[in-house]
C-alpha cells in the first residue's frame, strides 16, 4: 500500500466528509470534525494519501498538560486490517512528542466494540468513565504513555 501520512489541510476535511460514510458506516459523525482544529493544531492533524485519495485520517491535538488527544481516527472501508490505523497512531504519537507529549488520549462510546478492540491492540488502558459526555452518558477512555521514540506499534 503506497500511503503517504501528511499534516491534513481543510480541503481534506471537506474530501473526508463528502466521503464520510466510507470511513463512518452509518454512524453520523459529521459534527466532529471541527475545521478549528486543523486550523489550530495542523501539525497533529494527519491524513494518509494514497492514489485514489484519502484512506485514513487523524484529527488530533496535545493538551497542556503534556497529553497527546486523538479526538478522531478513521480509514476507509477498503483500508481496514491493513496497518494504516496503527501507521496514523504512530505519526500522530511522533508529532504529539516532538510537542512535548508524554501520554496519549482518547475515547469512544461503551458500545463501539470494534475501537475498543484497536486501542487494547495498541496497548492501551481502558476504563469506562460515568457520565463522562454528560449525565447518563458513559464512555471508554483510553489511555497509554507515550511509546518510546522508533518503538513498533
Not at 486550523?39 to 503534556?66: M, N
Not at 462510546?109 to 475498543?116: D, K, M, Y
Not at 463522562?132 to 521514540?149: A, K, N, Q
Request: proline letters at 4%; hydrophobic letters at 40%; a neutral charge.
Amino acid at each position: 500500500m503506497d500511503v503517504e501520512i501528511t499534516s491534513a489541510e481543510i480541503g481534506d476535511i471537506h474530501q473526508v466528509l463528502g466521503d464520510h460514510q466510507r470511513y463512518w458506516g452509518e454512524r453520523d459523525l459529521r459534527s466532529l470534525h471541527l475545521f478549528s482544529l486543523v486550523h489550530e493544531f495542523g501539525s497533529t492533524c494527519l491524513v494518509a494519501r494514497a492514489g485514489d485519495g484519502i484512506r485514513g485520517y487523524v484529527i488530533g491535538f496535545v493538551t497542556p498538560t503534556g497529553t497527546g488527544y486523538v479526538h478522531l481516527i478513521a480509514t476507509r472501508e477498503d483500508a481496514r486490517g491493513t496497518g494504516l490505523g496503527r501507521r496514523l497512531y504512530a505519526a500522530f504519537a511522533q508529532a504529539a512528542r516532538r510537542q512535548g507529549a508524554q501520554r496519549l488520549k482518547a475515547i469512544t462510546s461503551v458500545g463501539n466494540t470494534g475501537s475498543i478492540a484497536f486501542h487494547r491492540s495498541l496497548g492501551f488502558d481502558t476504563q469506562i468513565a460515568e457520565d463522562y459526555d454528560g449525565p447518563g452518558r458513559p464512555m471508554v477512555v483510553f489511555g497509554r504513555p507515550l511509546p518510546p521514540e522508533g518503538a513498533a506499534w
